[in-house]
C-alpha cells in the first residue's frame, strides 16, 4: 500500500535468520542500511525472522546473509513455511539481497558435496552443487547497474543460472557463481542474489542505495523515487580502492 510521503519516513527490514546466516561480517549489510537511511531521516526498523517464528507482518527491504552449510541445514525446515510470503514480497518487487548461503537457498536445491539436497525456495531460478575445492578470494565484478561491484568470496557451492536468469554482474577478477561461465549473483525483480561478503554494502555504497530508493518508490509512490540526497562516500571509496587491489 502507498503510504504519504509527507511526515516522516521509515522502512521495514526483516533479516533473515541473523544467528545462522551471518558469517565474513555479512551483519554490516543490515548496519549499512540503517546508517544511510538515519543519516537521510529515514527511520529503520529491523525485523528478525527467527525459525519457527511467523514471518513479520512488514517488509520494505528483506535480507540475508552467507551461512556453512550447516546453518543452511537447520534453517532448511523453517525455509518452506515463509516460502509463500517471501514470493509474494520478491515477485512484488521488494527489494531483497541474499548473500551466499541465503543466495543459494533462494534457488531451486543446494547439493552439498556430501550429497545431501537441501531444498531451497525455487524464487531464483538456479540450482547450486557443492565441490571440492572452494572458491575463495577477493573478487572484483561489473554490472551494466551497478558499475563496478567489489566484495571477497568463499564458497563450496558453484551456482547455475536457468537460461532466463539475469546475472548480478561479470566477473572481472574471481570466481563468482561457478568459476566457469563469468557470471556473478543474480538479479530478479528487485532482488539481487550474490557471492560477496566483505560485507558488501559498505564497500558497494550504490547497491544499498538501490535497494532503499526501491523500498521509499514502493512505499510512498513514485514521489518518493528522487534521487536520494547525497551522502559522502568519500570513506567508501577508499575502502574500494584498497579492496580492488589486493591479491586474490
Ligand atoms: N555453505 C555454502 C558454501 O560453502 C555457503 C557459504 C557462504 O555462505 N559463504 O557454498
Given amino acids: 500500500m502507498v503510504e504519504s510521503i509527507n511526515g516522516p519516513r521509515s522502512l521495514n527490514i526483516v533479516h533473515l535468520y541473523p544467528r545462522e546466516m551471518n558469517i565474513y561480517g555479512d551483519h554490516g549489510n543490515l548496519l549499512t542500511l540503517i546508517r544511510r537511511m538515519q543519516w537521510r531521516g529515514i527511520e529503520a526498523v529491523v525485523h528478525e525472522h527467527h525459525a519457527g517464528n511467523p514471518f513479520p507482518m512488514q517488509a520494505d527491504i528483506i535480507l540475508g546473509g552467507g551461512g556453512q552449510d550447516s546453518g543452511q541445514a537447520i534453517i532448511q525446515q523453517d525455509l518452506p513455511l515463509i516460502r509463500q510470503p517471501l514470493c509474494e514480497l520478491i515477485e512484488a518487487g521488494v527489494p531483497a539481497l541474499l548473500v551466499c548461503g541465503a543466495y543459494q537457498l533462494f ?142
Avoid: M, W
Avoid at 121 to 132: P, Y
Avoid at 220 to 225: K, N, P, Q, V
Fill in 107 to 248: 534457488g531451486n536445491y543446494f547439493k552439498t558435496s556430501t550429497g545431501a539436497i537441501i531444498e531451497g525456495l525455487g524464487i531464483f531460478d538456479l540450482h547450486t552443487v557443492g565441490c571440492e575445492n572452494r572458491l575463495i578470494g577477493n573478487i572484483v565484478t561489473h554490472s551494466d547497474v551497478f558499475g563496478e561491484i567489489i566484495g571477497y568470496e568463499n564458497h563450496s557451492g558453484k551456482t547455475y543460472l536457468g537460461k532466463d536468469a539475469l546475472p548480478l554482474a561479470h566477473v572481472i577478477s574471481g570466481a563468482g557463481n561457478n568459476g566457469e561461465d563469468k557470471t556473478e549473483g543474480i538479479h530478479h525483480r528487485n532482488a539481487l542474489g550474490t557471492y560477496l561478503h566483505g560485507p558488501l554494502l559498505p564497500k558497494n555504497p550504490q547497491i544499498a542505495d538501490h535497494l532503499i530508493s526501491c523500498a521509499l518508490g514502493n512505499r510512498y509512490g513514485s514521489d518518493a523515487l528522487l534521487p536520494l540526497e547525497p551522502l559522502d562516500d568519500e570513506l567508501a571509496f577508499q575502502a574500494r580502492r584498497i579492496a580492488k587491489n589486493r591479491p586474490r
